[in-house]
């Protein structure tokens, strides 16, 4: 099956750090770039980081940046997303998302995990 | 930054009837447009790209029309589980910009 899961989440205080995993399952990880794309509680959506299908390339909104990283083991079909510094404007469910083609990506996704939720409070 | 405005915010339309779901770009995005819907608790589903280009299993009812700043998304004839909320994405630029959706409400 076809399949993204998103594993990490939980509650950190202000100023510390959480290390999300999502570990992909029924396609050849390697030949997709993956997204990581967050929503606040009751609100819309917003991209949060990419990553090329090799690694080699990476992007991030202006928000997470200097703040965040991520990152892939294609030996393993796992995305990460290293946060450090958290705010508490960076509570949201974050899900990870794969592009819809392979090889030269477009950066639209066509297949999302379910979320984990992280929750940035003293 | 590519701003991404969605109109209306909440639209209500009776099942059977069309809706008409609008998404403004700040700037030219040519057709590097895709549509998603999303039900509560639930992730994203694609359902159009390239902006007019229905994902794969999206029924014939919807349909995505526009290019460069002026975009819009028809569901034909409602049915009942198409009442979500609806949002735009543009990828011709980064960062990748959503629009802040649009919720399809059963009047």
């Known amino acids: 099956e076809v399949q993204l899961l998103e594993s990490g989440g939980g509650l950190v205080q202000p100023g510390g750090s959480l290390r999300l995993s999502c570990a992909a399952s029924?396609?050849?990880?390697?030949?997709?770039?993956m997204s990581w794309v967050r929503q606040a509680p009751g609100k819309g959506l917003e991209w949060v980081s990419a990553i090329s299908g090799s690694g080699g390339s990476t992007y991030y909104a202006d928000s997470v940046k200097g703040r965040f990283t991520i990152s892939r083991d294609n030996s393993k079909n796992t995305l990460y997303l290293q946060m450090n510094s958290l705010r508490a404007e960076d509570t949201a469910v974050y899900y990870c998302?794969?592009?819809?083609?392979?090889?030269?990506?477009?950066?639209?996704?066509?297949?999302w995990g379910r979320g984990t939720l992280v929750t940035v409070s003293s | 930054e590519i701003v991404m405005t969605q109109s209306p915010a909440t639209l209500s339309v009776s099942p059977g009837e069309r809706a008409t779901l609008s998404c403004r770009a700040s700037?030219?995005?040519?057709?590097?447009l895709a549509w998603y819907q999303q039900k509560p608790g639930q992730a994203p589903r694609l359902l159009i790209y390239?902006?007019?280009t229905r994902a794969t299993g999206i029924p014939a009812r919807f349909s995505g029309s526009g290019s460069g700043t002026e975009f819009t998304l028809t569901i034909s004839s409602l049915q009942s589980e198409d009442f979500a909320v609806y949002y735009c994405q543009q990828y011709n630029n980064w960062p990748l910009t959503f629009g802040q959706g649009t919720r399809l409400e059963i009047k």
């Open positions: 700037q030219s995005v040519s057709s590097n």
């Open positions: 390239g902006a007019s």
């Open positions: 998302a794969k592009d819809f083609l392979t090889g030269q990506p477009y950066w639209y996704f066509d297949l």
């Open positions: 029924g396609f050849t990880f390697s030949s997709y770039a």
